[in-house]
């Protein structure tokens, strides 16, 4: 059976044939190398159900019937600051050793590529291929090879002059790697991400997550990527993994179970930053102002949410069946046209020559648009007569040479527009920037705008537009699908 059984989100454990089940509760001690260990959550293998030892260590577990198809018939402990134990579940007492993760983390370690290959049995695709086809898709899987991102890093290996960090601030250029290919290693330090070979190509990666014991949010924002995570990577030889279940056993290696995984947090390091003096990345802290955290929500839920299609993470190397409500997807979409549908709404409302129109951040945990600086939205209201002409605005607001091909057109930029000498907008967030405008929707917060047209319309179509990148920077390096439509709407005279 592979090694590789550790590296989805959720883990993967052996199973035992036996038929034995148990009739009445089972009694035990949790220990490690010193002796009792108090405070210890113990419970059956693929079920959430757990008690915790007492001071003495020891537990009483009730009998529960294993999750639907799985004949695993083990019982774990976890506690942090310790890899999962587990023993086969007997009807004499047992006891659950505990043995405590390693101090240091080891710099020298061998990061695990996360493709297919049958000649490296370690490969996480080789038992994980539902999980690695949804990553695979992501924007993680990307984050080193992106041509749209290279291009912003070196302008197309220097065609284009300005929107090129690597030309415009050459010092700075290495910051892009710490979150970008955080597994890369340059012996000269200077981190050119285009320079990045083997596993580091893969991006934010399996093996790379799974090694992330904490993410401390003392220094949030100043430290970014793997500079602002505590990685615990194990000696040479040896295998440990990180993730959120507490239940994850197989023989050969260890895991430990880190509550993080399951928290906002996990993101920040990546997805908060002030760089170059800008606070460029602001998801974390928008999340933490937002009415989702309030309501106990966390990034995972929307971001990885379960297709509920997926019951076992290793089917038929050695998985365990499981709640398909409790396996997360590894897509992790942002800006996808289905979410940017989902999330964003127009209400809008016609009476004579007036239209007012609602748009609304709905059901989600920070600013829209969110994470690179530049993604912004365009709303663009287009009044018709009776013959099809569009009708001049009288009032209300138009739209910013910034939207490109709408400027002037009745509308709203949503955009965190930086500004520098001369007042000279767009601008890369890596140039001296003297200004921050942020126009950007709130979260569960109308924007209400209000226009009156020349005449009455016949008709008004409300489009809202959503661009990654600003429509100067997408047209000089030919990128034709930088619009997308996130919703419309159309309202008639009554």
Same mark, same amino acid.
């Given at each position: 059976?592979s090694t590789?059984h550790?590296i989805?989100?959720?883990?993967?454990?052996?199973s035992?044939a036996?038929?034995?089940?148990? $009739?009445?509760? #089972?009694?035990g001690?949790?220990?490690? =190398?010193?002796?009792?260990?108090?405070?210890?959550?113990?419970g059956?293998?693929?079920?959430?159900?757990r008690?915790v030892a007492?001071?003495?260590?020891? !537990?009483?577990?009730p009998p529960?019937?294993s999750?639907p198809?799985?004949t695993a018939?083990r019982i774990?402990a976890t506690k942090?600051?310790?890899?999962?134990?587990?023993?086969?579940?007997s009807?004499?007492? #047992? %006891?659950l050793?505990?043995?405590?993760?390693?101090?240091?983390d080891?710099?020298d370690?061998?990061?695990?590529?996360p493709?297919?290959?049958?000649?490296?049995?370690?490969?996480?695709a080789?038992?994980h291929?539902e999980?690695? *086809?949804?990553?695979?898709h992501s924007?993680?899987?990307?984050? =080193?090879t992106?041509?749209k991102?290279?291009?912003? !890093?070196?302008?197309?290996n220097g065609?284009?002059?300005t929107?090129?960090a690597?030309?415009?601030?050459?010092?700075?250029?290495?910051?892009c790697a710490?979150?970008?290919?955080? $597994?890369?290693s340059?012996?000269?330090?200077?981190?050119?991400?285009?320079?990045?070979?083997?596993v580091? &190509?893969?991006?934010v990666?399996c093996?790379y997550?799974h090694?992330?014991?904490d993410?401390?949010t003392d220094k949030l924002?100043?430290r970014?990527? *793997?500079d /602002?995570? !505590?990685?615990l990577?194990p000696? &040479?030889?040896?295998?440990?993994?990180?993730g959120?279940l507490d239940?994850?056993?197989?023989?050969g290696?260890?895991?430990?179970?880190?509550?993080v995984?399951?928290? @906002?947090?996990?993101?920040?390091?990546c997805h908060e930053?002030v760089?170059? /003096?800008?606070?460029?990345?602001?998801t974390?802290?928008?999340?933490?102002? @937002?009415p989702?955290?309030?309501a106990?929500?966390?990034?995972?839920d929307?971001h990885m949410?379960p297709?509920?299609?997926?019951?076992n993470?290793a089917?038929g190397k050695?998985?365990?069946a499981?709640?398909?409500?409790?396996?997360?997807?590894?897509? %992790?979409?942002?800006g996808?046209a289905?979410?940017?549908?989902?999330? +964003?709404k127009?209400?809008?409302s016609?009476t004579g020559?007036q239209v007012?129109?609602?748009v609304? =951040?709905?059901n989600?945990g920070h600013r829209?648009p969110?994470?690179?600086?530049?993604?912004?939205l365009i709303l663009v209201?287009?009044a018709?007569d009776?013959?099809g002409?569009?009708?001049?605005?009288?009032?209300?607001?138009r739209?910013? =040479?910034?939207?490109g091909k709408?400027?002037g057109m009745p509308g709203v +930029?949503y955009a965190?527009?930086?500004?520098?000498?001369?007042k000279?907008t767009p601008?890369?967030f890596?140039?001296?920037v003297f200004?921050?405008?942020? %126009?950007?929707?709130?979260p569960?917060?109308?924007?209400?705008q209000t226009?009156? !047209?020349?005449n009455?319309p016949?008709?008004?179509?409300i489009? +809202?537009?959503?661009r990654?990148?600003w429509q100067?920077?997408?047209?000089?390096?030919?990128w *034709?699908?930088?619009d997308v439509?996130?919703t419309e @709407?159309t309202?008639?005279k009554?």
């Amino acid at each position: 059976m592979s090694t590789a059984h550790r590296i989805g989100i959720f883990f993967v454990a052996f199973s035992s044939a036996s038929a034995w089940q148990p $009739t009445a509760n #089972i009694n035990g001690i949790v220990v490690d =190398a010193k002796g009792p260990v108090a405070g210890a959550r113990v419970g059956w293998q693929g079920q959430s159900e757990r008690v915790v030892a007492d001071e003495q260590g020891r !537990f009483r577990l009730p009998p529960v019937a294993s999750a639907p198809g799985s004949t695993a018939k083990r019982i774990v402990a976890t506690k942090a600051g310790y890899r999962i134990a587990s023993t086969q579940a007997s009807d004499k007492p #047992i %006891t659950l050793r505990l043995e405590l993760l390693p101090k240091n983390d080891n710099a020298d370690y061998e990061w695990i590529d996360p493709h297919t290959d049958p000649k490296k049995p370690n490969n996480c695709a080789n038992c994980h291929a539902e999980i690695h *086809r949804e990553w695979q898709h992501s924007a993680h899987a990307k984050s =080193a090879t992106n041509p749209k991102f290279l291009s912003l !890093f070196d302008g197309d290996n220097g065609k284009h002059r300005t929107w090129n960090a690597k030309a415009e601030h050459p010092d700075g250029s290495a910051v892009c790697a710490t979150c970008h290919a955080p $597994t890369m290693s340059s012996p000269k330090l200077d981190y050119d991400i285009r320079k990045a070979q083997g596993v580091a &190509k893969s991006g934010v990666h399996c093996d790379y997550c799974h090694k992330v014991a904490d993410v401390p949010t003392d220094k949030l924002g100043l430290r970014f990527g *793997r500079d /602002g995570m !505590f990685l615990l990577r194990p000696a &040479k030889g040896e295998l440990l993994t990180f993730g959120p279940l507490d239940d994850a056993v197989r023989p050969g290696e260890s895991f430990a179970h880190a509550p993080v995984y399951r928290e @906002s947090r996990y993101c920040a390091s990546c997805h908060e930053g002030v760089v170059f /003096g800008v606070h460029a990345y602001a998801t974390y802290s928008e999340w933490l102002e @937002s009415p989702a955290k309030k309501a106990g929500k966390q990034c995972q839920d929307c971001h990885m949410t379960p297709t509920g299609k997926m019951t076992n993470i290793a089917r038929g190397k050695g998985g365990i069946a499981r709640d398909p409500r409790s396996l997360a997807s590894h897509h %992790t979409p942002g800006g996808d046209a289905d979410m940017l549908k989902k999330s +964003l709404k127009l209400k809008p409302s016609l009476t004579g020559r007036q239209v007012i129109v609602d748009v609304v =951040a709905d059901n989600v945990g920070h600013r829209v648009p969110t994470g690179f600086v530049d993604r912004h939205l365009i709303l663009v209201v287009l009044a018709i007569d009776a013959k099809g002409a569009a009708i001049g605005l009288v009032e209300g607001p138009r739209l910013p =040479a910034s939207a490109g091909k709408w400027k002037g057109m009745p509308g709203v +930029l949503y955009a965190k527009q930086l500004i520098g000498d001369k007042k000279r907008t767009p601008l890369a967030f890596w140039m001296p920037v003297f200004e921050t405008v942020d %126009t950007r929707l709130y979260p569960d917060r109308p924007d209400r705008q209000t226009l009156v !047209f020349k005449n009455e319309p016949s008709h008004v179509t409300i489009q +809202l537009w959503y661009r990654r990148f600003w429509q100067d920077v997408a047209d000089a390096r030919g990128w *034709r699908d930088n619009d997308v439509l996130a919703t419309e @709407s159309t309202i008639k005279k009554q």
